[in-house]
């Protein structure tokens, strides 16, 4: 059975830094785009950045640009999001996802596999 486990998310203050962390079990997704996206109160479900297979393709959202970081260690089969400069807006429920394709993408809709989410909260 495949799962994606997110960890690492928690309450924080406007200005301060987490780091997210999604382990996949049940397969190797080493060859897999990994990526993060977020859904806040009452919003659609968004994308916030993608890493090819080897990291050698990635991509952010421009809302996190600069500020948020993807990476992958394929030897433990997990992907991390280092979020810094946190801002309220970035409060949502973060979401890691996997595709069979190498290639990132932002699109919701092209990921096979998810992960159940970790609450992000950012106080002002």
């Known amino acids: 059975q495949v799962q994606l486990v997110e960890s690492g998310g928690g309450l924080v203050q406007a200005g301060g830094s987490l780091r997210l962390s999604c382990t996949a079990s049940?397969?190797?997704?080493?060859?897999?785009?990994r990526a993060w996206f977020r859904q806040g109160p009452g919003k659609e479900r968004e994308f916030v950045a993608a890493?090819?297979?080897?990291?050698?393709?990635?991509d952010y959202a421009d809302s996190v640009k600069g500020r948020f970081t993807i990476s992958r260690d394929n030897a433990k089969n997990t992907v991390y999001l280092q979020m810094n400069s946190l801002k309220p807006e970035d409060t949502a429920v973060y979401y890691c996802?996997?595709?069979?394709?190498?290639?990132?993408?932002?699109?919701?809709?092209?990921?096979?596999?998810w992960g159940q989410g970790t609450q992000v909260t950012v106080s002002s």
């Open positions: 996802a996997a595709r069979l394709i190498n290639l990132p993408t932002s699109r919701v809709g092209s990921f096979e596999y």
């Open positions: 049940g397969r190797t997704f080493s060859s897999y785009t």
């Open positions: 890493i090819s297979s080897s990291g050698g393709n990635i």
